[in-house]
C-alpha cells in the first residue's frame, strides 16, 4: 500500500511563493516518477510538473520558469517550490507516484488573491 501526504499550501498573495511538500510512504522506490498535477474549479486536472527517477523534469507551459520539482529520494518526499504566483495558479494540488498504477495524494489548496 502506497500512501502519499501533501503539505505547504495556502493563501498567497499574488507575486508570492509557496513551497509543497509530498511524503511518500509504502512500497515506493526511487525509480517511481512523481510530480504533481492541478484541478481548478470547473476545470480538469493539469500536469504541473514531473520528475523521473533520474531527475529529468518536464513542466507545463504555464509553469515553466516559476515553477521548479525537485525529490529527495532518501525521504520519498517530492518538491514543488512555486515563485511569481499568479490568480489562474489557484486550484486544489495533487502530487502522484507511478507505480503499475499511479498513486495520489488527498490534495492540498492554493489560493492566490489579492
Known amino acids: 500500500q502506497v500512501q502519499l501526504v501533501e503539505s505547504g499550501g495556502g493563501l498567497v498573495q499574488p507575486g508570492g511563493s509557496l513551497r509543497l511538500s509530498c511524503a511518500a510512504s509504502?512500497?515506493?522506490?526511487?525509480?517511481?516518477?512523481m510530480g504533481w498535477y492541478r484541478q481548478a474549479p470547473g476545470k480538469q486536472r493539469e500536469l504541473v510538473a514531473g520528475?523521473?527517477?533520474?531527475?529529468?523534469?518536464n513542466y507545463a507551459d504555464s509553469v515553466k520558469g516559476r515553477f521548479t520539482i525537485s525529490r529527495d529520494n532518501a525521504k520519498n518526499t517530492v518538491y514543488l517550490q512555486m515563485n511569481s504566483l499568479k490568480p489562474e495558479d489557484t486550484a486544489v494540488y495533487y502530487c502522484y507516484v507511478r507505480m503499475v498504477q499511479i498513486y495520489w495524494g488527498q490534495g492540498t489548496q492554493v489560493t492566490v488573491s489579492s
Open positions: 520528475i523521473s527517477s533520474g531527475r529529468s523534469t
Open positions: 509504502g512500497s515506493i522506490s526511487s525509480i517511481n516518477p
